[in-house]
């Protein structure tokens, strides 16, 4: 996100808890900038703005002050609980867990969660999402109704491909080596195979990095499973701190954007596949 490059001190007014916040422009970033009161960061305040946008509720001030609305149904997959814990006493809305309940596997839904939500956040989950990849893209916009929206987030690059970090990946473990972790998968054809230093995300033992996708590949896959209205939302919103430099990554090999992507779910018939 490209900002004036005059502009040093930003308030900004928190559209999660409505505190006002005071930060200059260099120390925006979209994992910190947080808000003294409540704690978001940037991408947390931006995927409620564009919640915002899809419900018509630009104008209602921050999430603590949005009219409660109990026939708007939604879902979110293992959502920050700052904001999670608002929607639900805003919305017919549950934050959901890989590995416990409320328990929702992309990969595997429930008949129940299929065609019942409004709106679905997966924020920063993707890049952790076992293969096939394209089903589970396929499988969120499945969970929405008609005319539902998607909130959706990764980091990304702007290469020319995603890049799988175990593409053969079948049965795998990962095992304790020498005080480091190791990945060893036995893939398809039999063969074992073996990963050093696999990279997690919230500290060792916690969530594996499958991949990094590219921002091309995102975008064809949400089209490939029939969304339409796709939009990467790349530029500012200065009022909430909706903000970070163009950047997040340190590493100028791989520079991520890792802007926020929304879609629909068509109102009309799904033309799932058109552009397989
Ligand atoms: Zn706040």
């Known amino acids: ?23 200059e422009s260099g120390k925006f970033h979209r994992e910190l900038a947080l808000c003294q009161k409540c704690g978001s960061n940037a991408r947390f305040r931006g995927i409620i703005h564009v919640l915002a946008g899809f419900l018509g509720l630009t104008d209602h001030g921050c999430l603590r002050e949005w009219p409660r609305r109990t ?13 999670a814990t608002l929607l639900q006493e805003k919305f017919s809305y549950e934050n959901t867990f890989y590995d416990r309940p409320p328990q929702l596997d992309i990969q595997n839904p429930t008949e129940a969660q299929l065609g019942k939500y409004d709106f679905v956040i997966s924020s920063d989950v993707f890049e952790h999402v076992l293969p096939p990849l394209q089903q589970g893209f396929d499988n969120l916009l499945a969970l929405l109704k008609p005319g539902g929206a998607l909130v959706f987030s990764v980091p990304y690059t702007r290469s020319l491909e995603t890049m799988e970090h175990y593409p053969g990946l079948h049965e795998y473990e990962i095992l304790d080596f020498r ?6 998968n036995r893939n398809e054809a039999g063969a074992l195979e073996v990963y050093d230093n696999p990279v997690f995300h919230g500290g060792e033992g916690a969530t594996l990095e499958m991949r990094l996708f590219c921002e091309a590949d995102v975008l064809n ?26 950047l997040i990554s340190a590493d100028p090999a791989v520079p991520l954007y890792a802007y926020i992507i929304s879609a ?8 799932r596949g058109m552009f397989r």
């Open 1 to 23: 996100m490209k900002l004036d490059p005059e502009r040093q001190e930003i308030e900004y007014r928190c559209n999660i808890c409505g505190s006002k916040n005071q930060l």
């Open 71 to 83: 026939n708007i149904f939604g879902i979110g997959m293992s959502d920050w609980p700052g904001y």
């Open 179 to 184: 005080g480091g972790k190791i990945l060893v």
């Open 221 to 246: 896959r949400l089209a490939r499973a029939g969304f339409t209205d796709i939009l990467v939302h790349d530029q500012p919103h200065l009022p909430i701190g909706f903000y970070w430099p163009e």
């Open 264 to 271: 629909r779910r068509p109102r009309g018939p799904a033309v």
